[in-house]
């Protein structure tokens, strides 16, 4: 960037300490250095070089002093000259001449050399034909609602930090970062880390049930991540895919950026109706689906259910992605184990993620997939950014392997249930079920689902409530149909049983009093 360094060409005595005109071997234009400015001495040097280059106060060829002469000349070390030389080298203001010394460059353009004055910060003004790829229009602009931006009451997918067991999760992060193995440093495998991956496969197997060897499996950034490889390998464009209707958002948009045609099939108390789903479209290419907790309204798909997706699966020659994102939180049974244990024709990719259960900005996940997939998995994962990074996945494994996880997740249920227990009951105080409320999904995971009745819009309640530092998740936008259901998706991690009845009281009294309005 151009800019008016003209100050720096101006002797004041009150801030400048030393100016000097020539050198012993080099002409220069008045060049000053400021003790007191927070600039640091070789960028005043270096700007002082630029400007006065690009003014075409000095010319190509020009020679310029050494940097001991400069620095005897302005009384300072020759660290700075040295350091604004170098920088002057390498972006070719100077050329060097082995014998001869050092010069303003021959090969500066002429256009360079004259470049008129203009504002430190220039306007920017695109010009010209700038295409942009149609599939880009398919993502959304990210959405800057005020439900992503605080911590606090109500936010979906927010854990207990506060219990999350930072003195060892940093020991492990020490450990690994000052004392690192060749593998963590320069080991270039997209399936991620091998121990990572046994420490994976060795806790599904016996927490979830689900059947496989550590070379069936890729770490990911996350679920979402993992639905982009899954989609990129298994669909092509104009495929039907089942969604669940209501469902997540974030997976619609990967699928209709992948060119599918989106089939909803609708949820009740046992998780997604596959009969609907046969009728709308039987040789749809994939199911996408939450069977252990879902997504959002929280129901658990029956086993019967299970069996006939499964079989489904099987006759239609159609794929079954599970995305198992909270699976281990259950408050009314036993965790109950993953379709893809269920699966004896290798039909179900299984999705996972710790980012959920322990922080968010860890952005650790995995997949599942069928050992005659896992070639095809491998370089779609490889061809996105070679591999994942490896730190974190080293820390996971110990986390893992030392118990600390299985501790954490206990410790959690516990936690965790005495929230949602809060909620609950503070619900059924303010939105009373005889006037309409209805709680959905407050058996297992991180959040419950509660719908309004008539005459209320979720978004804008949520605008509202985000005022008073409660982040409420409307719940219309996980509905493709034109007539929603109107409510909000309430996490419960992140607010102590004690805070909870006050959180409630605030979000009765913005919705009760969107209610008048709307009266």
């Known amino acids: 960037m151009v800019g008016d360094h003209s100050h720096l060409c101006q002797f004041d005595a009150s801030h400048y300490t030393e100016a000097v005109k020539n050198a012993l071997h080099g002409t220069l234009p008045l060049l000053a250095v400021d003790r007191s400015s927070a600039t640091p001495l070789h960028k005043q040097i270096y700007d002082g070089y630029r400007a006065a280059i690009l003014r075409g106060d000095m010319r190509c060829g020009e020679q310029i002093p050494s940097s001991r002469e400069l620095a005897a000349q302005l009384h300072v070390s020759r660290f700075p000259v040295l350091n604004a030389y170098a920088q002057l080298l390498a972006e070719g203001y100077f050329e060097s001449r082995i014998g001869a010394g050092t010069f303003i460059s021959s090969s500066l353009p002429e256009q360079l050399m004259s470049v008129p004055q203009r ?64 593998r963590a440093i320069h080991h270039i495998d997209p399936r991620g880390a091998e121990r990572f991956r046994d420490a994976i496969c060795n806790y599904l197997r016996t927490a979830r049930g689900v059947k496989c060897e550590s070379d069936q499996i890729l770490v990911v950034s996350g679920s979402q991540q993992a639905l982009d490889i899954t989609a990129r390998v298994l669909l092509d464009p104009g495929n039907s895919v089942w969604v669940e209707e209501p469902g997540y958002s974030l997976e619609r948009i990967v699928l209709k950026a992948a060119g599918c045609r989106l089939i909803p099939v609708p949820v009740d108390q046992e998780g997604m109706v596959v009969s609907v789903g046969m009728k709308r479209a039987f040789r749809a290419r994939a199911a996408f689906v939450t069977p252990s907790h879902q997504y959002p309204l929280g129901s658990t798909m029956s086993a019967s259910r299970r069996i006939q997706l499964l079989n489904w699966a099987q006759s239609a020659g159609a794929w079954i992605i599970e995305d198992d994102y909270d699976s281990e939180y259950r408050y009314e049974s036993l965790p109950v184990a993953s379709m893809h244990g269920l699966d004896i024709n290798s039909r179900v990719i299984y999705i996972g993620t710790f980012s959920k259960v322990l922080f968010p900005s860890l952005r650790l996940g995995y997949l599942v997939v069928p050992r005659d997939l896992v070639d095809r998995f491998v370089s779609v994962r490889h061809a996105m950014d070679i591999f994942p990074a490896y730190l974190h996945q080293e820390v996971l494994a110990d986390f893992i392997n030392e118990g600390h996880f299985t501790r954490h997740i206990r410790k959690m249920r516990q936690v965790y249930k005495e929230r949602r227990a809060a909620l609950i009951e503070n619900l059924a105080v303010e939105f009373p079920a005889e006037r309409g409320f209805e709680i959905h999904g407050s058996e297992a995971g991180m959040h419950l689902a509660m719908t309004l009745p008539e005459g209320f819009r979720d978004v804008e309640i949520s605008v509202r409530a985000a005022r008073e530092r409660l982040w409420l998740w409307p719940l219309s936008p996980s509905y493709l149909s034109d007539k929603p259901r109107q409510g909000f998706v309430l996490g419960f991690g992140s607010t102590t049983a004690e805070q909870m009845g006050r959180a409630v009281r605030l979000m009765g009294s913005v919705v009760h009093s969107a209610e008048v309005s709307s009266g």
């Open 119 to 182: 504002a430190e910060d220039p306007v920017e003004n695109p010009a010209g034909p700038r295409p942009v790829s149609r599939r880009s229009a398919l993502y959304p602009l990210f959405p800057r609602t005020p439900m992503l931006r605080g911590w606090g009451s109500f936010g979906v997918h927010q854990p207990a930090l506060d219990q999350f067991p930072f003195p060892i999760w940093s020991a492990l992060v020490g450990r690994h970062s000052r004392n690192p193995h060749v």
